[in-house]
């Protein structure tokens, strides 16, 4: 089994629907994030988990919010799809040492009509 | 702020041929850098990091070093596959040590 699961994998909606991506792990990790990637933009940041009650911002958040239910899920909505959040979305784990890498989803296509 | 700059793509190569990926950096102290693979349709995975000056992170044939003084962390491998193709990605986590800061993506066609 995949240590850090998106669900769904692909989705297709329309304008003004509200969209929840859920995003769980196994690795036991306290701190949780939620990407985008776009082509030719790389990945840019959504927003952060540090622990279920410690909740940021990241660089690109407006339209945006999450959800930490625990320390294994962490939730991404977007309340009121427009076609320009269509997208890759990342969810990534990761523990707190400075050489600590992030570890990836497989993502959830989501397309906005 | 954080920034990372990487060759821009698409690259081509013929099965065999010697890969660089240029990738420099800006950041205030020392960061950690890191270089991931995406292949088609999965999520980006760790290929190899280094978290100080000169150290050498490597995996899979893949190499890349950690030049502090050309703010510099290039990904090379001596002789590419077909399985290699996809998009590499350099990135550093800087002094906030949370944010990873991600160079814009390249993507190499490995041709038999």
């Known amino acids: 089994d995949a240590d850090v699961t998106q669900t769904p994998r692909n989705r297709i909606t329309k304008t003004g629907k509200r969209i929840m991506l859920e995003c769980s792990q196994t690795k036991g990790h306290d701190r949780m994030y939620w990407y985008r990637q776009d082509p030719g933009l790389g990945l840019r940041l959504i927003y952060y988990?540090?622990?279920?009650?410690?909740?940021n911002k990241g660089e690109i958040s407006d339209g945006y919010s999450v959800s930490r239910q625990a320390q294994a899920k962490f939730s991404l909505s977007l309340e009121s799809a427009i076609p320009n959040q269509t997208a890759l979305y990342f969810c990534?784990?990761?523990?707190?040492?400075?050489?600590?890498?992030?570890?990836f989803g497989d993502g959830t296509r989501l397309s906005i009509l | 702020g954080d920034s990372v700059t990487q060759m821009e793509g698409p690259v081509t190569l013929s099965e065999e041929a010697f890969l660089t990926i240029n990738c420099t950096y800006t950041?205030?102290?020392?960061?950690?850098l890191f270089w991931y693979v995406q292949y088609p349709g999965e999520g980006l995975q760790l290929l190899l990091k280094?978290?100080?000056?000169?150290d050498k992170g490597s995996n899979k044939g893949f190499e890349a070093t950690y030049r502090k003084e050309t703010t510099s962390f290039h990904l090379e491998k001596g002789s590419v596959q077909v399985s290699d193709s996809a998009v590499y990605f350099c990135?550093?986590?800087?002094?906030?040590?949370?944010?990873?800061?991600f160079g814009k993506g390249t993507l190499l066609t490995v041709n038999p």
């Open positions: 988990s540090f622990d279920v009650k410690d909740i």
């Open positions: 950041a205030t102290g020392y960061p950690s």
């Open positions: 280094a978290t100080k000056a000169d």
């Open positions: 990534a784990t990761s523990d707190p040492g400075q050489g600590g890498p992030q570890h």
């Open positions: 990135a550093l986590k800087g002094g906030s040590n949370y944010k990873l800061t």
